[in-house]
């Protein structure tokens, strides 16, 4: 017997979820869905993503909905058009074979017209974004006055988003005496407020423990330099020849830009972020669940949207600015009972976050070293005698064979293996003998420094800029101005100090190149701002171009003349490109890049919110 069967569910229900090969529910659903069948109730369930929320509350709402009623009963809020998409998918699915209920998907990038139209024409149930269900609410283009439920799906990412004033108006709107179901994966005191204040006496749902990590998912951290982040993240993606993953970055600018880098050095990848239009990002996920691309990089928001089966890894490329949201993230693999890895890219400076979240997610690290490029080359070399073995051989190929034969006929069985895998497996070779090991300092060894104060100036670098006092800013609102046109975490910029035509600051090492690459093409009210390295607050500067402008010593920068060192831009010489055209299917055999970029030629221009893309310099957006 179909354990749905046991939850009460009605024969409509019953037959959709047959068809879509459901058997065996949830632990949120078996918790949710008699509840919910059997008593009118407001609740709080807690629950991990992709445990399958939406179906613990889409099947008891749409079994409690009278299709014969073409009033608006219910509304859906979720944090993103995606999620919004998906959820209203799902509500078409499970109610495929109850007549007259329709459900109608209202969010922000389509024609709030034609939304309105199919509300008018009669949708019992209503998905909706809050900015865009306000924004109807306010033109008078929908009625939810007679609402019989509203469900907060996702509740702490949207609040999270900064929505909590819209969801507060659009509660406010709704009838006192309707359920409310909150559905979120961790409970901070917002979405406790909203509890408090909008349900009545809810009852509370708890899958594991409150915001507890998923039992499926395995967590890792790789400690290495800020200016690796990027070639360790192409090694994990080498050693893991399967992968079909999701990579997180903070901003926009550095999921875009990983994902360009990766694509040119020959991987399936692509970018999803929030200002990509809408058809770009259908297309994205149209192409990452026909697993087309198997790197997607996304920023947190547009990652909301993914439920995706068969995630294999999450990497963290850079830890979001909120602990909880890792929580989030992580939830993108180890679905249905699968297993799954979140991966988290770390530097030293970072280091203290990791124990922040394991006291979240209730759960512990396991610190790895990255990949050395031998292990690397042998974990590819037997992953293609695997795929060799496996494949499914096309007769058609019987055909060839005499002329092959005739080809290879003076070939050993020995012979002819290592020929036909070193077709392949020369490229990695010959790429990873001559690179460097990536592997940091460990986590145990570092544990001692960890707190030092960030002003003791270690590795710190002092910068010169042409603004000051005369440009209406003091040391805040100048610090608040480079933190917000640098996309820098709080901490990044410090010891500002401002003077009538120009002024000092200064940043760790690490976002050097940003600095310099970014603020040498800012305009301040038509005025071009000039940046430059600073030895000291009076002389011995060095501009742009690391040219001394005060007669000072030379060094760090050297981009003069020959290849620098250590910056982004120095690409290898010998490195094989290879044809940049074809696939990388994971493994030697779809590699249309041969070797990755030279590993000195990626710096970490970065921060705590937009930490280490690695990408090189005319790629990145520019403001001008």
Same mark, same amino acid.
Do not use: C, W
């Given at each position: 017997m179909n354990k749905f069967e046991q939850l009460g569910l009605n024969e409509s229900l019953l037959m959709a979820i047959k068809d879509l090969g459901f058997e065996n529910p949830s632990e949120v659903q078996e918790?949710?869905?008699?509840?919910?069948?059997?008593? &009118?109730? +407001?609740?709080?369930?807690?629950?991990?993503?992709?445990?399958?929320?939406?179906?613990?509350?889409?099947?008891p709402l749409i079994q409690k909905i009278d299709a014969n009623n073409r009033n608006t009963q219910a509304l859906i809020l979720s944090p993103t058009r995606e999620l919004c998409l998906q959820i209203? &998918?799902?509500?078409?699915?499970?109610?495929?074979?109850?007549?007259?209920?329709?459900?109608?998907?209202?969010?922000?990038?389509?024609? /709030?017209?034609?939304?309105?139209?199919?509300?008018?024409?009669?949708?019992?149930?209503?998905?909706?974004?809050?900015?865009? %269900?306000?924004? %109807? /609410?306010?033109?008078?283009?929908?009625?939810?006055?007679?609402?019989?439920?509203c469900i907060l799906d996702e509740a702490d990412e949207m609040l999270n988003m900064g929505f909590y004033e819209d969801i507060v108006s659009i509660l406010s709107t709704t009838p006192d005496e309707k359920n409310t179901w909150l559905f979120s994966a961790t409970m901070p005191q917002e979405v406790a407020r909203i509890a408090k204040e909008f349900m009545r006496t809810p009852q509370e749902i708890t899958v594991g423990h409150k915001n507890a990590g998923s039992a499926t998912v395995s967590h890792e951290f790789y400690l290495v330099n800020a200016r690796d982040r990027y070639e360790a993240l192409k090694r994990l993606a080498d050693a893991n020849p399967d992968i079909f993953s999701v990579v997180f970055c903070r901003t926009k600018r550095d999921t875009q830009a990983v994902a360009e880098k990766l694509i040119e050095d020959g991987y399936n990848a692509a970018a999803l972020h929030g200002d990509l239009s809408q058809a770009q990002r259908d297309g994205v996920m149209k192409s990452f669940?026909?697993?087309?691309?198997?790197?997607?990089?996304?920023? $947190?928001?547009?990652?909301?949207?993914?439920?995706?089966?068969?995630?294999?890894?999450?990497?963290? =490329?850079?830890?979001?600015?909120? /602990? *909880?949201?890792?929580?989030?993230?992580?939830?993108r693999t180890g679905r249905a009972g699968k297993l799954g890895t979140s991966i988290v890219i770390i530097t030293k400076s970072e280091l203290r976050k990791i124990s922040s979240i394991e006291r979240i997610i209730k759960q512990k690290f396991e610190e790895k070293t990255i990949p050395s490029g031998i292990e690397i080359c042998e974990i590819q070399l037997l992953h293609l005698a695997n795929k060799i073995k496996d494949v499914e051989? $096309?007769?058609?190929? +019987?055909?060839?064979?005499?002329?092959?034969? &005739?080809?290879?006929? +003076?070939?050993?069985? *020995?012979?002819?293996i290592k020929k036909m895998v070193s077709v392949e497996f020369n490229r990695? /070779?010959?790429? =990873?003998?001559?690179?460097? $090991?990536?592997?940091?300092?460990?986590?145990? *060894?570092?544990?001692?420094?960890?707190?030092?104060?960030?002003?003791? &100036?270690?590795g710190a670098v002092r910068y010169f800029v042409n603004i000051g006092s005369r440009d209406n800013f003091d040391w805040m609102s100048l610090k608040d101005y480079l933190k917000e046109t640098l996309d820098l975490g709080r901490d990044d910029v410090f010891k500002v100090d401002v003077k009538e035509g120009f002024s000092f600051f200064n940043t760790d090492a690490e976002h050097s190149d940003k600095v310099m690459e970014i603020l040498n093409n800012v305009q301040l009210e038509g005025r071009r701002i000039n940046v430059e390295i600073s030895k000291n607050d009076g002389g011995g500067r060095r501009d742009h171009n690391g040219r001394s402008s005060s007669g000072g010593s030379r060094g760090g920068f050297n981009r003069g003349g020959g290849e620098r060192s250590g910056g982004f831009g120095s690409r290898s010489s010998s490195a094989p490109r290879g044809d940049r055209g074809g696939s990388r299917e994971g493994g030697f055999g779809s590699r249309s890049s041969s070797a990755p970029r030279n590993e000195g030629g990626f710096s970490d221009r970065s921060s705590r919110r937009s930490e280490g893309f690695g990408g090189s310099a005319p790629k990145r957006p520019r403001k001008s």
């Open positions: 918790k949710a869905i008699p509840l919910l069948l059997e008593q &009118n109730t +407001d609740i709080v369930a807690l629950a991990q993503t992709g445990t399958g929320k939406t179906a613990a509350f889409g099947f209203t &998918n799902e509500i078409k699915q499970y109610s495929k074979y109850v007549k007259g209920l329709n459900t109608v998907a209202v969010y922000g990038g389509a024609s /709030i017209t034609e939304q309105a139209r199919e509300v008018k024409r009669g949708a019992q149930i209503i998905v909706a974004t809050p900015g865009r %269900m306000q924004d %109807m /609410i306010n033109r008078g283009l929908v009625n939810i006055t007679q609402l019989e439920f669940r026909g697993r087309q691309i198997q790197m997607l990089v996304a920023t $947190d928001v547009a990652a909301r949207g993914i439920d995706v089966d068969n995630i294999t890894h999450v990497v963290n =490329y850079q830890l979001p600015d909120e /602990i *909880e949201t890792y929580n989030h993230r992580s939830g051989v $096309d007769h058609e190929i +019987d055909n060839y064979l005499p002329a092959i034969n &005739n080809v290879l006929e +003076d070939l050993t069985k *020995e012979e002819l990695f /070779i010959n790429y =990873y003998k001559k690179t460097r $090991d990536l592997s940091s300092q460990s986590a145990g *060894e570092r544990r001692e420094s960890d707190g030092a104060p960030r002003e003791n &100036n270690n």
